[in-house]
């Protein structure tokens, strides 16, 4: 109900509250002790959360935009740039090879690629990976899309493509769109954009055997 679903809004928007307070509480106290200046400071989520959207709430349930849209804040006075904004999806995947390029440790690698250099320029972030997510088969209630088998998604710098093992391809522009609550994937103008995206999920979460190519997407995946 209405009412049930703005309590919900309003406790999450309290936890929130309760986590901000506390973050500010751990960098006050980092800087009475000299020690902030110095610190690496990086601020992420696992996952967003659904309030209706898809009518599905919380989350462990789908790829929709709100569920996979999580913050992610670099802080290191010196080494970090303030104030710059990166205006382009990327993954918490690269979240550990960019900590390791940051503190110059290169004996222990970490899978992704260091988000360096995304705000330093040495990278184009045009060229850079579109994101990807995935979220296994769980069968805790019906109404939810994963309980009907895997979810896989990739997001470009406006799109989002998502297999649904229940409602099959999905488009959406998330940019414009961030409820995605308009399915694009049979509107002719994506007609060349939906294999493209296809194509580009099934490289990447199905990666190159040793030495061989990549297998061929299936055309039911678009």
Same mark, same amino acid.
């Given at each position: 109900?209405?009412?049930?679903?703005?309590?919900?809004?309003?406790?999450?928007?309290?936890?929130?509250?309760?986590?901000?307070?506390?973050?500010?509480?751990?960098?006050?106290?980092?800087?009475?002790?000299?020690?902030?200046?110095?610190?690496?400071?990086?601020?992420?989520?696992?996952?967003?959360?659904?309030?209706?959207?898809?009518?599905?709430?919380?989350?462990?349930?789908?790829?929709?935009?709100?569920?996979?849209?999580?913050?992610?804040?670099?802080?290191?006075?010196?080494? /970090?740039?303030?104030?710059?904004?990166?205006?382009?999806?990327?993954?918490?995947?690269?979240?550990?090879?960019? /900590?390791?390029?940051?503190?110059?440790?290169?004996?222990?690698?970490?899978?992704?690629?260091? $988000?360096?250099? $995304?705000?330093?320029?040495?990278? =184009?972030?045009?060229?850079?990976?579109?994101?990807?997510?995935?979220?296994?088969?769980m069968?805790?209630?019906?109404?939810?899309p =994963?309980?009907?088998?895997?979810?896989?998604?990739?997001?470009?710098?406006?799109?989002?493509?998502?297999?649904?093992?229940?409602e099959?391809?999905?488009?959406?522009?998330?940019?414009?769109?961030?409820?995605e609550a308009?399915?694009?994937?049979? =509107?002719?103008?994506?007609?060349?954009? /939906?294999?493209?995206?296809?194509?580009? $999920?099934?490289?990447e979460?199905?990666?190159?055997t040793?030495?061989?190519?990549?297998?061929?997407?299936p055309?039911?995946?678009?």
């Amino acid at each position: 109900a209405p009412a049930q679903l703005h309590e919900e809004m309003d406790a999450y928007d309290g936890g929130i509250r309760y986590d901000d307070a506390q973050l500010a509480r751990l960098l006050a106290a980092l800087d009475r002790q000299g020690l902030l200046g110095n610190t690496l400071v990086i601020i992420t989520g696992d996952h967003g959360e659904a309030f209706g959207e898809h009518g599905l709430i919380t989350h462990a349930n789908a790829l929709y935009f709100p569920v996979i849209h999580v913050p992610l804040i670099f802080r290191w006075p010196g080494h /970090v740039p303030a104030g710059v904004r990166i205006d382009r999806p990327v993954s918490t995947r690269d979240i550990g090879a960019t /900590v390791l390029a940051l503190t110059k440790e290169t004996e222990r690698p970490f899978p992704g690629r260091s $988000l360096e250099g $995304l705000w330093s320029g040495k990278s =184009d972030p045009g060229s850079w990976p579109e994101p990807i997510a995935e979220l296994a088969e769980m069968h805790f209630d019906r109404d939810f899309p =994963d309980y009907y088998g895997p979810l896989e998604a990739i997001v470009s710098p406006t799109m989002e493509f998502i297999i649904d093992p229940r409602e099959g391809p999905l488009l959406y522009n998330w940019k414009a769109d961030p409820e995605e609550a308009n399915d694009l994937v049979r =509107d002719p103008r994506y007609r060349d954009l /939906v294999p493209e995206l296809a194509l580009a $999920l099934w490289s990447e979460s199905h990666p190159r055997t040793a030495g061989g190519p990549f297998e061929s997407p299936p055309r039911s995946a678009y």
